[in-house]
């Protein structure tokens, strides 16, 4: 390790945060904080809210549940927006819910539900929630940002989060946070307490090359060596690739008699849910998959346990990794239907 208050560090963080910047499009700030993913939608909204006030979080899914806990735990008046698992948020629902809630400042949404595999269409959704009602707008982008493409300030993103664990082929324990200059004078408004995760902090120590504390010095190491191969690689490129390998992963669990969970058009390029089949158990796939064939799924998360599994392919994953995961999907649920099927019938 360095020292984090030494000046190679400061050359690595101000080396990061302007990587960092390309990659999130932006020419705001931004400030790494040690955390994981959900630490980096805590700090927004313990920066952006005040308690009592009242704000819009849009939910497709766990992830967008988790904003709206968050936002509850802190004592904000949340109306959540939700839609049903496995479908984006419907602009005019989102439109409608703006128009019957004028006194609401800022509004949550997440890019890509990695619960269900779907990705919001932001473009659209940020066009209302900006152009037609000029809102403070918070996005969980922590599995999407780096792998598809969400342009912070060409949107008009006020507060943009990710995490180091997911397209940044780095450890996690890190979020990276964007701040727009409207999201500081609003931050300079909140009331909200808030200690570790004080954004104006991080920004005033980033300044002097450092964090306001001790830092996860290991995993920035490894994100400067991601940021590196995502930029030699050019990000237009990382994009195209990850949506390669997310229609590569969709074609081959159809074609294996699976279906999505996704409604297809908004199926993400990240990681793909797919219907659980209604012969098998997901606890007998996955101990199969893990023990026999060294392949490592999700399963569905809260009330989709069971219901669902997933397949991460963000980050460094090829086509072969995407061909070996298909290959041994089928050959598990092969294996576990004869058992069920030949099982009675031997002696
Ligand atoms: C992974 C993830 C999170 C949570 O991140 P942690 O690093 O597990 O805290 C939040 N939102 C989305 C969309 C995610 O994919």
Request: overall charge negative; aromatic content about 6%.
């Amino acid at each position: 390790m360095i020292n984090h208050r030494g000046p190679e560090f400061a050359t690595l963080i101000s080396d990061l945060t302007a990587d960092l910047k390309k990659v999130f499009g932006t020419e705001g700030d931004l400030v790494l904080l040690t955390c994981s993913g959900t630490g980096g939608l805590e700090a927004a909204v313990a920066n952006v809210l005040s308690p009592g006030e009242r704000t819009l979080v849009i939910s497709i899914g766990v992830f967008g549940d988790r904003f709206a806990e968050i936002a509850t735990t802190f004592g904000a008046d949340v109306v959540k927006v939700s839609f049903p698992p496995g479908t984006a948020a419907d602009p005019q629902v989102v439109r409608e819910a703006l128009a019957h809630e004028p006194s609401v400042q800022t509004v949550f949404i997440t890019q890509n539900e990695t619960s269900t595999g779907v990705t919001n269409d932001l473009e659209s959704l940020a066009s209302i929630i900006k152009g037609e009602f000029d809102k403070t707008l918070v996005v969980d982008g922590i599995s999407s940002i780096g792998s598809m493409r969400c342009p912070v300030d060409e949107w008009g993103i006020d507060i943009a989060i990710s995490g180091s664990q997911k397209g940044w082929m780095s450890p996690p324990g890190l979020a990276m946070v964007s701040v727009s200059p409207r999201a500081w004078e609003v931050i300079g408004k909140s009331t909200m307490p808030r200690s570790y995760f004080d954004l104006k902090a991080a920004k005033e120590s980033a300044e002097k090359g450092q964090t306001p504390w001790t830092p996860a010095v290991g995993v920035m190491f490894s994100l400067k060596e991601g940021l590196t191969l995502m930029l030699t690689e050019g990000v237009e490129s990382t994009y195209r690739r990850h949506a390669h390998i997310g229609d590569l992963t969709r074609r081959g669990v159809q074609a294996l008699g699976l279906e999505l969970f996704a409604d297809e058009p908004y199926a993400s390029n990240t990681v793909t849910a797919i219907k659980m089949p209604e012969d098998i158990k997901w606890s007998a796939l996955s101990n199969l998959l893990r023990e026999e064939y060294q392949l490592v799924l999700a399963g569905g998360q809260g009330m989709l346990s069971g219901k669902l599994f997933r397949i991460g392919h963000l980050g460094w994953v090829s086509e072969s990794d995407i061909n070996h995961a298909l290959a041994a999907i089928e050959k598990a649920l092969a294996s576990l239907r004869n058992d069920i099927t030949l099982a009675p019938e031997s002696p």
